[in-house]
């Protein structure tokens, strides 16, 4: 099994270039989605996840598929962004959104990070979820192999016995209302502006009455993206798909938040990758600060227990916040790990996880037992 991640240490160091192998036997099930609906085939290998003690799910949160397929995406938005213009109330709008976000998903060009945990959470334990999405994307990507050959637009679960999951994330417990949540993000965020998004499923049509893209405008310098600069960028592979704001959602269960970033594309109708039905209308604007420093990500450590290998997952917005100092996470992890045990700290997109039993109330958790942010996430998954 292989994946492109940013960067990765060990006890060599740290390193945002090259290859890492880990080679390791042991009782895994591997299992592989097919060409079926992605959610209803997670929810059956889940179930067969049942016998084994943790999980790990490896999928394309965003997938960028050929040339052909992304202009024929666009085409297809542009077709529901007429049509929901044309709409005189609500109910329309949600409803071109909503078959908009069944073709988004039903084309695995997204697989929502907190759907892929509801469905396998039928498998009862805990999941990590490595939901992959490049910083710098390029024609069909991101890129999963199993037995040397590329999987395309599918996800890849293993099975382990004798395995934990431990979830970690760099924010202040959550609240138990809009309002306190609001509060305990101002504390760790920047927050411009709370304002009422128009949304449905994946897909979302306007913020503040106006386009999302216009609406990111108000904030950063975005200049006018056509489609021909855009495809041109992921030919090239620097169409750059982080952003220092984003849209913070909470949800109506859990009082959680997820944050959406805004990167600058030329469509009307903005995906996100998570679920948005389960989140209040209003929204808040927040820039990116990482207030604790590095040293808060760096904490995962803390959560390790009895094992034989680990793996440490780090938010890869690391590397665009902290530059070369994401050596000081791999630093920390050494200075504490015991010699003969064998680990890696890779850095990847902000993960997610299912976990039945949790530790505390996350700012993350916005299903029940579903976390899942978009920035500030860690996850440590340890083998006996």
């Known amino acids: 099994m ?5 960067a990765y240490g060990g006890e060599e160091g740290s390193w945002a270039q090259g290859v890492a192998v880990a080679l390791f036997s042991g009782d895994v099930g591997v299992f592989q989605t097919g060409k079926g609906h992605i959610l209803e085939e997670l929810e059956s290998i889940g179930r067969r996840l049942r016998s084994y003690d943790a999980a790990m799910a490896i999928y394309p949160l965003f997938y960028f598929p050929s040339r052909r397929e992304i202009f024929e995406t666009i085409t297809r938005e542009k077709f529901y962004a007429r049509r929901y213009n044309s709409c005189s109330d609500l109910e329309c709008k949600k409803s071109v959104l ?4 069944n073709y988004l998903i039903r084309n695995r060009i997204v697989m ?19 939901n992959l999405f490049p910083m710098e994307a390029r ?3 991101p890129k999963i192999f199993r037995n040397y050959e590329e999987i395309g637009r599918n996800a890849l679960v293993l099975g382990f016995k004798n395995a934990k999951v431990h979830f970690h994330e760099i924010y202040p417990e959550r609240g138990k209302s809009f309002e306190e949540t609001l509060e305990i993000l101002e504390s760790v965020l920047q927050v411009k502006e709370v304002t009422k998004a128009v949304k449905k499923g994946v897909a979302i049509g306007e913020v503040g009455g106006m386009r999302v893209v216009d609406y990111a405008r108000k904030f950063m310098y975005m200049e006018e993206m056509t489609e021909e600069k855009f495809v041109s960028g992921i030919e090239r592979g620097e169409f750059i798909t982080y ?16 944050g959406l970033g805004l990167a600058n594309v030329p469509i009307s109708l903005y995906p996100s990758v998570f679920m948005l039905d389960g989140f209040y209308d209003e929204c808040i604007m927040v820039g990116e600060v990482f207030r604790g420093g590095i040293q808060k990500f760096a904490e995962v450590k803390d959560l390790k227990t009895d094992a034989n290998i680990r793996f440490y997952f780090i938010d890869a917005n690391t590397i665009l916040a902290f530059r070369g100092e994401i050596s ?4 920390a992890i050494k200075a504490e790990e015991i010699k003969g045990t064998k680990w890696l700290a890779l850095y990847v997109t902000p993960p997610s996880a299912y976990l039945p039993v949790k530790h505390k109330k996350f700012l993350s958790e916005i299903n029940k037992d579903i976390m899942y942010f978009g920035s500030g ?8």
């Open 98 to 101: 909503e078959n908009f976000s």
């Open 139 to 141: 024609f069909n990507t």
């Open 112 to 130: 929502p990070a907190n759907e892929v945990m509801r469905a396998l959470s039928t498998s009862k334990i805990p999941v990590a979820g490595i």
């Open 2 to 6: 292989a994946f492109f991640i940013e």
């Open 243 to 258: 952003s220092p704001y984003a849209l913070a959602f909470v949800s109506r269960e859990t009082h959680g938040v997820a």
């Open 328 to 331: 000081e996470i791999t630093n």
């Open 377 to 384: 996430t860690n996850l440590l998954f340890e083998i006996k």
